[in-house]
């Protein structure tokens, strides 16, 4: 059974993580809402929401976790031409409300979107207080692709990205590769594992792994 959260339940009301259900897979909690002091509450504890219109808010932590580590990014040398041909460029939290609403467009392999208005507007609101944060990427002064997350100390979380053109949303990830070994972030949280990811250089880490990288006790 998964525990079911009130609005007027404390912000770190979340259960253990280990009680998190194994189908579906990390299953841990519903209910709540997105105020910005549960969303840090979540994140803090290895938590993210993810659910479909029409759903309760439903609050996960998978076990394994896909991470990828900057230092550990695969650049491939098309990716590394394309960086260096001028053709796009990158930016830092230049349009943060427009990264996650084209992340929220609906794509041909689904039609929906998890990324409701009420999560757009309660990442904003992340955004404002300086959590969330966005990568751009244009082309002749276009938006094409970006990414979007949150980051809590040396961890940034990673919620969606977006690509327009080819190869853009790799673009976006390497510019936040660039930014993280910059500024000290040592991981990135992928959340779930794709070919798409993997291809890229990230890999699967337990949930106690994923904790000990947040000083969280699992």
């Avoid at 930016?91 to 999560?119: K, L, N, Q, Y």
């Avoid at 990414?147 to 969606?160: A, K, P, T, W």
Wanted: net charge neutral; hydrophobic share 40%; glycine share 8%.
């Amino acid at each position: 059974m998964i525990v079911w959260l009130s609005p007027d339940d404390p912000p770190d009301s979340f259960p253990p993580v280990e009680a998190a259900l194994s189908e579906p897979q990390g299953l841990l909690a519903a209910g709540g809402d997105l105020r910005p002091e549960r969303l840090l509450a979540g994140y803090r504890r290895g938590i993210f929401p993810w659910y479909s219109p029409g759903q309760p808010i439903l609050w996960w932590s998978p076990d394994p976790r896909e991470i990828l580590l900057p230092g550990e990014f695969h650049c491939s040398r098309s990716l590394r031409r394309l960086q260096r041909s001028g053709r796009f460029e990158t930016g830092f939290d230049t349009d943060f409300a427009a990264v996650i609403a084209a992340c929220a467009e609906p794509r041909h392999t689904s039609p929906g979107t998890w990324i409701t208005r009420d999560m757009q507007q309660a990442y904003q609101h992340l955004h404002q207080l300086g959590f969330a944060h966005s990568i751009e990427v244009r082309r002749a002064n276009q938006l094409v692709g970006g990414l979007y997350g949150v980051r809590l100390g040396d961890v940034f979380f990673g919620e969606s990205m977006f690509s327009r053109v080819s190869n853009a949303s790799k673009l976006a990830l390497a510019a936040l590769v660039e930014h993280c070994l910059a500024d000290g972030i040592e991981t990135i949280d992928c959340q779930l594992a794709s070919p798409h990811l993997r291809s890229l250089g990230s890999r699967s880490v337990s949930r106690r792994d994923f904790l000990l990288r947040l000083k969280v006790q699992a």
